[in-house]
């Protein structure tokens, strides 16, 4: 399972309009991750400062139709429900690969992976990698580098084990601005893709569970949520309350 920390206020967003809304990695609140692996590259090849920001700027056109979807693999994490939200919603991947398929049509590729926090892990990774490119004869491949760019993370956030589904659409008509409400806490104008949630299988619940976290009065929060869900057909969505009450 796959959990998606995020506000009820959203969550009642996501259920009245049936899809995710994915983030351009170069929209995120948090500017320098984007530039993380930039960084890191440039310290390797000892790059000057009007070279470095020269590959931000052609990074920032290469990652335009690459976006992004947060995840953790933690039910339960006390750092993510007061960092990002009041509640979690439990995704099986199986379901989200079917919902990804159903919308094959738009999508050049997709992937989920697990963020790298280990900055010495990191560094042998962009050695590796251009050691592979002056073999090749090539400079750094910009796809490869914006595959770098969204999973290099600081250490500074390992705590957040975060997961995610990366997504390159093969085209931007279906790309739209606007505030992009995962969060609403850090809400801001940003380019999003939104992922349905359908696929081809017409009885897929396109989520498994909601657990709410230490904010909540459950009994109360739990009758009102119920009710959301029976109103959207969604009466097998499991409704928990967080373990370190």
Avoid at 78 to 102: T, V
Wanted: charged share 25%; glycine share 2%; proline share 2%.
């Amino acid at each position: 399972m796959l959990y998606h920390y995020t506000n009820i206020s959203v969550l009642y967003k996501i259920l009245e309009s049936r899809r995710l809304r994915l983030t351009n990695i170069d929209c995120f609140k948090d500017t320098f991750e984007f530039k993380h692996a930039i960084s890191m590259l440039s310290k390797e090849l000892s790059l000057p400062l009007s070279m470095e920001k020269h590959l931000i700027s052609e990074l920032k056109q290469l990652s335009r139709l690459i976006y992004v979807f947060c995840f953790c693999k933690e039910k339960d994490k006390e750092y993510l429900f007061q960092r990002y939200g009041d509640l979690n919603i439990g995704f099986h991947k199986r379901d989200l690969l079917a919902m990804l398929a159903y919308q094959a049509s738009f999508i050049q590729s997709y992937r989920f992976i697990e963020c790298n926090y280990d900055e010495l892990n990191q560094q042998e990774i962009i050695k590796d990698a251009v050691k592979q490119w002056e073999q090749e004869g090539n400079f750094i491949p910009g796809y490869k580098l914006c595959l770098l760019a969204t999973h290099f993370k600081s250490s500074a956030y390992k705590e957040e084990n975060e997961t995610r589904l990366i997504v390159q659409l093969n085209k931007s008509n279906r790309i739209m601005t606007g505030e992009n409400n995962a969060n609403e806490r850090s809400s801001r104008i940003s380019n999003f893709w939104e992922l349905r949630l359908r696929s081809f299988h017409t009885d897929l619940v396109p989520f498994r569970s909601i657990t709410l976290g230490p904010k909540f009065k459950y009994q109360d929060t739990v009758c009102k949520l119920q009710d959301e869900l029976n109103t959207h057909g969604l009466e097998s969505v499991e409704i928990n309350s967080t373990l370190f009450r």
